[in-house]
């Protein structure tokens, strides 16, 4: 078992540029959720898919936001244009069932100058 | 908007004693789970209570929840080195149709 997948690690780009996230998920999990890490925030919930299906995507800050569940392997965070509070630390996580336990990935540690 | 709540934000204790770190909520929840995330790591599934849960125990973990004060708590016994980590709780709605809201976290230090 691989675990969650991110990728890059790391993320640094200059303000305006589009920037996307890539995950992929456990083999088996149904449900994958998208969430950012700030210091003053804490974690934050951005979007969550069910068996591919976005279901809940309010936490989504902006239009520049967006995500896509292709497959049942393969997830992208896409912002465009980027900003420069747009830096954080994005999780991907991924689990059996809606309330079952999460597991992370090592996330993506963005940064936008 | 967060939902859990850690308490204290910070605690640093001497390697072999407990450690207990609260968490408190706003809403009617189905489950509580506590994860520990280490620097630069993500977060990593440490135990689930049930919200007909009162108290489990995993190792040298134990969690209660007290459902009437919306509130739960983790003890780490006989603490180590490497259990420096935040630790964090985090809630469903109770419906069952949100993801997991978590807390800013408890960021434990064990000094050796």
């Known amino acids: 078992d691989a675990g969650v997948i991110q990728s890059p690690r790391h993320e640094v780009t200059e303000m305006g540029q589009e920037v996307t996230l890539r995950c992929k998920p456990i083999?088996?999990?149904?449900?994958l959720f998208w969430y950012r890490q700030t210091m003053m925030r804490g974690l934050e919930l951005l979007i969550y898919?069910?068996?591919?299906?976005?279901?809940?995507d309010s936490g989504m800050p902006e239009d520049r936001f967006s995500a896509k569940m292709p497959n049942a392997s393969f997830s992208t965070l896409k912002i465009q244009p980027s900003e420069p509070r747009d830096s954080a630390v994005y999780f991907c996580?991924?689990?059996?069932?809606?309330?079952?336990?999460?597991?992370f990935g090592n996330g993506t540690r963005l940064t936008v100058t | 908007s967060q939902q859990g709540e850690e308490d204290p934000q910070a605690l640093s204790i001497q390697e072999g004693e407990n450690a207990t770190m609260n968490c408190s909520y706003k809403?009617?929840?189905?489950?509580l789970q506590w994860y520990r995330q280490n620097s630069g790591r993500g977060l990593v599934h440490l135990i689930l209570?049930?919200?007909?849960?009162r108290e489990k125990h995993s190792g040298r973990l134990r969690v209660t929840l007290d459902t009437s004060k919306k509130s739960s708590s983790l003890l780490i016994t006989a603490s180590r080195a490497a259990d420096t980590a935040s630790y964090f709780c985090?809630?469903?709605?109770?419906?069952?149709?949100?993801?997991?809201?978590f807390g800013k976290g408890t960021h434990l230090i064990i000094q050796p």
């Open positions: 996580a991924s689990s059996t069932r809606q309330d079952s336990p999460l597991h």
């Open positions: 083999s088996g999990h149904n449900s």
């Open positions: 898919f069910n068996n591919n299906v976005p279901i809940d």
């Open positions: 809403t009617s929840i189905n489950n």
């Open positions: 209570i049930r919200s007909n849960e």
């Open positions: 985090a809630t469903d709605s109770g419906g069952g149709a949100d993801g997991l809201t």
